[in-house]
């Protein structure tokens, strides 16, 4: 059976049966359709309650052969749920950038999955399209105000912000706009970016509340003027219109795994180009209200979990007590040198070569003071040897690593992962820190992450670049965080350099200040803020069928 065989396969339980489980009252639920629902968190208050412990997937470096972090999370959180403990899974929402492109589906795999699949994988409840719509009105108003008259003396040379949209289309990443004559306005070079990279995405995951959106908006900086000097949605008195379309989409979406356990999909940011984490509001509202809450943050701990400790832990003051990785024998043996074509071939001494990705990532979450446990993904091609290897490395470096099969056996398949991320969590060993302290200088924050956890010889970058970073400092933003962009598929900006590499340098193009979101991007090697579709992408397979139900969809 497929993954969408399996999803269409299960019987849902009624929401308010799901949210029951979690003390989450039935008027709290704003059904969306039969098995979706927003829920109202004025009515579930997260305030003077005692907090659940929180629980951290990520994983090694992606790779073709694929790491199942998704999988895993779901797979988890249903082991936990199994021996008694009251969880929350806490995820992003999915684009249809990749849902399209390569990655397709992004609800987890086998029976370990989010549902209903189809629906939360298109367009869910409408969130993604809320964000581009204020994004864009944005944009539009930035037009509109210089078409105007131009009264803040905007420079057209010096707009900084772009449009987005939520697909993969690399003819937009750099365009002409407002050709045409007078009427159409004043031709000026700008741009797309997909929606997942928006500041507003960043800002909707990292808004503590409606007010605290609507504050965030409103520092924006889209323009500067002649002098310099920074131009706001505020100014432009965008902030309350931006505000009204995302009054629905701040609120977190509640749905189930395959097993019936709660589920909170809000906020979809990629952790390549972006800050990879769910919301604030969805992760908060659950700690309030289990005894263990497991999120995930994108791709490989260098992007996904340094971002989720040094941004979205630093402003909300979250505090993880425990983090999984994830591996799989396959992707170890692709680190390794292996040929994807032989994956499925033993080869003991490739996962050995490959395992240094493996342990580099340990060492690297261990940086922040969280204790870490391995989750093997289980293959069917995988060795007894080739898992023992994993094992033993994985103890050499402190971590205890487990082989979980919830692919194929949903919560059971992780039982005993459960309860080692159990008694881990509530030994209370962490002692949570971030990697560089607030008054670190902008450059010496990219620096450090470059040499800490990419294992750079140094970062550097041309001089506009830096002298930018010191305008920022100057005018008070140098207690910002960095979000590095990059790829990945490597610890270097290179994808194909596979494994652990040392000795390389971070070159970081262009920086890009996210005022309203509260850190400062860093675009480094060849990454792209609007990507393009591969070259046989997911969408030439998806259809409907002529009973009307979707195929392709994974």
């Given at each position: 059976m497929?993954?969408?065989d399996?999803a269409r396969?299960?019987?849902l ?16 639920i704003?059904p969306?359709?039969?098995h979706?629902a927003?829920?109202?968190v004025g009515l ?16 090694i ?5 694929g790491e199942g972090k998704s999988?895993t999370?779901?797979g988890?959180t249903?082991?936990?749920?199994l021996?008694g403990?009251?969880?929350v899974?806490?995820l ?5 950038g990749?849902c399209?492109?390569m990655k ?7 029976y ?7 629906e939360i994988?298109?367009?869910f409840?409408?969130d993604?399209?809320a964000?581009?719509?204020?994004h ?7 037009d509109?105000h210089?078409y105007?008259?131009n009264?803040?003396?905007i ?6 912000w772009?449009?987005?949209?939520d697909?993969?289309?690399r ?19 700008s741009?797309?970016?997909?929606t997942a990279?928006?500041?507003v995405m ?9 007010d ?11 323009a500067?003027?002649?002098?310099r ?8 008195s965008?902030d309350?219109a ?5 009054k629905?989409a701040?609120r977190p979406?509640l749905?189930q795994t395959?097993e019936?356990?709660?589920v909170l ?8 180009i ?8 969805a992760t908060?509202t659950?700690?309030a ?5 497991v ?18 832990c ?5 505090s ?10 396959r992707a170890?043996k692709l680190n390794?040198?292996v ?11 490739a ?12 060492e690297?979450?261990r940086q922040?003071?969280?204790p ?8 069917a ?7 023992e ?6 103890r050499q ?5 487990y ?7 949903g919560?059971?398949?992780?039982l005993?992962l459960?309860h080692a991320v159990?008694a ?14 607030d008054d670190?200088p902008?450059?010496?924050?990219i620096n450090?992450i ?18 930018q970073?010191?305008?920022w400092e100057?005018?008070?933003l140098g207690h ?7 790829t ?19 070159h970081?193009?262009?920086v ?6 509260g ?14 579709l591969?070259?046989?992408?997911a ?11 979707i195929e392709g969809l994974?």
């Amino acid at each position: 059976m497929t993954d969408l065989d399996i999803a269409r396969a299960a019987r849902l339980k009624p929401l308010e049966d799901v949210a029951a489980k979690i003390g989450i009252p039935r008027e709290a639920i704003e059904p969306f359709g039969r098995h979706r629902a927003k829920l109202d968190v004025g009515l579930v208050p997260a305030e003077d309650r005692p907090q659940g412990k929180l629980i951290l997937v990520t994983a090694i470096s992606p790779t073709l052969a694929g790491e199942g972090k998704s999988t895993t999370s779901v797979g988890l959180t249903d082991a936990l749920s199994l021996i008694g403990r009251k969880t929350v899974l806490c995820l992003r929402e999915p684009s249809l950038g990749p849902c399209f492109g390569m990655k397709g589906g992004a609800t987890g795999g086998g029976y370990a999955q989010v549902v209903p699949m189809e629906e939360i994988n298109l367009h869910f409840t409408g969130d993604f399209h809320a964000i581009t719509a204020a994004h864009n009105l944005l944009a539009a108003m930035i037009d509109n105000h210089i078409y105007w008259g131009n009264a803040l003396g905007i420079d057209v040379r010096r707009i900084v912000w772009r449009r987005v949209m939520d697909a993969n289309d690399r003819a937009l990443r750099s365009i002409v706009q407002s050709l045409g004559g007078a009427p159409n306005g004043f031709p000026r070079e700008s741009g797309f970016d997909i929606t997942a990279a928006s500041e507003v995405m960043a800002i909707l995951c990292l808004a503590s509340d409606l007010d605290d959106l609507e504050l965030r908006l409103s520092r924006i900086v889209v323009a500067y003027t002649r002098d310099r000097r920074p131009v706001t949605a505020g100014d432009l008195s965008a902030d309350g219109a931006m505000a009204v379309l995302l009054k629905d989409a701040i609120r977190p979406n509640l749905v189930q795994t395959l097993e019936g356990n709660p589920v909170l999909v809000h906020g979809g940011p990629f952790a390549n180009i972006a800050h990879g984490c769910n919301s604030v509001i969805a992760t908060r509202t659950a700690l309030a209200h289990a005894d263990y809450v497991v999120t995930e943050a994108g791709f490989g701990a260098d992007l996904g979990a340094e971002k989720f400790f040094d941004i979205k832990c630093r402003q909300s003051g979250l505090s993880p007590d425990a983090a999984v990785l994830v591996a799989t024998v396959r992707a170890l043996k692709l680190n390794g040198g292996v040929d994807k074509d032989s994956l499925d071939q033993v080869d003991v001494e490739a996962v050995r070569r490959g395992a240094v990705n493996l342990v580099r990532h340990i060492e690297n979450l261990r940086q922040f003071g969280v204790p870490v446990v391995v989750a093997i993904n289980h293959f069917a091609s995988d060795s007894e040897a080739e898992v023992e290897l994993v094992r033993e490395i994985a103890r050499q470096h402190g971590s205890e690593a487990y082989l979980c099969r919830h692919w194929a056996e949903g919560g059971q398949g992780a039982l005993e992962l459960a309860h080692a991320v159990a008694a881990l969590s509530d030994k209370g060993a962490a002692q949570f820190t971030t990697l560089y302290d607030d008054d670190l200088p902008l450059f010496e924050k990219i620096n450090t992450i470059a040499t800490r956890i990419y294992r750079a010889e140094e970062a550097d970058a041309d001089p506009s670049v830096r002298a930018q970073l010191r305008e920022w400092e100057k005018a008070g933003l140098g207690h910002l965080p960095i979000c590095i962009a990059k790829t990945q598929y490597s610890f270097s900006t290179d994808p194909a350099l596979k494994g652990a590499p040392t000795g390389h340098v971070v070159h970081v193009r262009e920086v890009r200040l996210s005022a309203g979101a509260g850190f400062v991007v860093a675009l480094c090697g060849e990454i792209m803020t609007m990507p393009g579709l591969p070259r046989h992408a997911a969408a030439e397979h998806i259809r409907l069928n002529p009973e009307g139900l979707i195929e392709g969809l994974s």
